[in-house]
């Protein structure tokens, strides 16, 4: 029977990643896989995590399972970092997932088992597994514009354009803040306008908080989420622990559900268990307790939060340099965006040739797409690559 399954497309990033491991040349740069990694390459555990650990270590007496939708305090925590002042427990349903991407893959089968009709509306462009999740579940999708090659910015009018046709019982898939794969954001004006159109539809939003922190902060990444759940009254939100908090391997994310009444809250909640139930049936403790422990501990939060502090100002110091370089050597502004832009990637707007241009002459890795993480960069390769961009006619 098994003979009988058919090949599957490799997916992109990895073979990329397996394409860099197996080159011999010395000096090449992987700004592929969308990992943090500080400047001698390495993605390190921070130092409240290792902490956290250590106080569980000295603490646990049980490996017995854990909430069917997670701990508690978990959520709580989770609930209180996106949200903040806005977060409503009793309308609130939390569900504790295998990282941000089965955050996404419950998010959208509890969609479906409320509106089985449902159309999912995604920018174009979006994570690649977006989309591949919704083909594999057979779902609707439907883009919208989002990124403007000529500006390297949001095409914000085409944006509105597009989500206003999404009906009610539709989901709008929203990045809630350094947008993968562009790097481009909406302004909170923009995320306001937003919030209009999806009062007028009756659309429900979706919004993948992946990388809040990373950004312009951890309260400025979330004002957009929070300006949405504070203006509609049904919002999903799946969140990411694996980069701010740096626990990749650990599989840790959450999905909150805000509810327009405690009853619909209630209901929710238990389509959620179900969810966990027949997809792993309990969630992974670990990872989740690492985070409770640190938001929950005063002298670890502060700590999490400086070095969160300071992994987000080398990022932007690491935008500021390539951008001051590829401005000296291409004798333009075109590149200025980079710096604009916010998060681990941007999106250079080069064509396919080009980006494979830059692998075989300069041993520089990219997504096809051009999509570089600027966390795969360093002080001494941010040179390296303006020229090498600049060389290759980009």
């Excluded at 400025?220 to 799946?238: F, M, W």
């Excluded at 990022?315 to 075109?334: C, K, N, P, V």
Aim: net charge negative.
């Amino acid at each position: 029977m098994l003979g009988n399954l058919k090949p599957q497309a490799p997916d992109k990033i990895l073979a990329l990643m397996g394409e860099f491991k197996a080159d011999p040349r010395q000096g090449k740069i992987d700004l592929g896989v969308g990992v943090y990694k500080d400047a001698d390459g390495h993605t390190p555990i921070m130092r409240a995590v290792l902490e956290a650990e250590r106080r569980m270590l000295d603490s646990e007496t049980t490996k017995t399972y854990s909430a069917l939708s997670g701990e508690p305090d978990f959520l709580k925590a989770m609930g209180e970092l996106v949200l903040g002042a806005g977060y409503k427990p009793e309308l609130t349903a939390g569900l504790a997932t295998v990282g941000g991407t089965g955050a996404i893959r419950q998010a959208l089968e509890l969609a479906r088992m409320a509106n089985p009709d449902l159309r999912i509306f995604v920018s174009d462009p979006t994570w690649p597994n977006h989309v591949s999740i919704m083909n594999f579940m057979g779902l609707p999708v439907e883009t919208y514009r989002y990124f403007d090659n000529a500006t390297r910015g949001v095409d914000f009018e085409g944006m509105k354009t597009d989500i206003a046709r999404a009906k009610k019982g539709d989901v709008v898939l929203l990045h809630g803040c350094c947008h993968n794969p562009t790097g481009a954001n909406l302004t909170i004006e923009e995320w306001a306008e937003v919030a209009d159109i999806l009062e007028k539809t009756g659309a429900l939003p979706l919004i993948d908080l992946a990388y809040q922190g990373f950004g312009d902060g951890l309260e400025a990444d979330a004002a957009g989420t929070r300006l949405i759940a504070s203006r509609i009254p049904e919002v999903l939100i799946a969140a990411s622990c694996s980069k701010n908090f740096g626990i990749y391997r650990e599989r840790t994310g959450c999905l909150l559900a805000q509810c327009k009444d405690a009853a619909t809250r209630d209901l929710t909640q238990g389509a959620m268990a179900f969810l966990n139930r027949q997809t792993y049936s309990f969630p992974p403790f670990h990872g989740a307790k690492i985070v409770a422990t640190v938001l929950n501990s005063p002298d670890l939060r502060a700590d999490w939060m400086a070095e969160l502090e300071e992994v987000r100002g080398g990022m932007l110091r690491l935008r500021e340099q390539l951008a001051s370089e590829l401005r000296a050597l291409s004798g333009s502004d075109r590149f200025d965006f980079i710096a604009s832009h916010r998060g681990m990637f941007s999106r250079l707007g080069a064509p396919a040739d080009k980006v494979q241009r830059l692998k075989e002459e300069f041993a520089i890795y990219m997504v096809g797409d051009s999509r570089l993480n600027i966390a795969g960069l360093n002080d001494s390769t941010v040179p390296i690559l303006a020229r090498a961009i600049v060389e290759a006619g980009i």
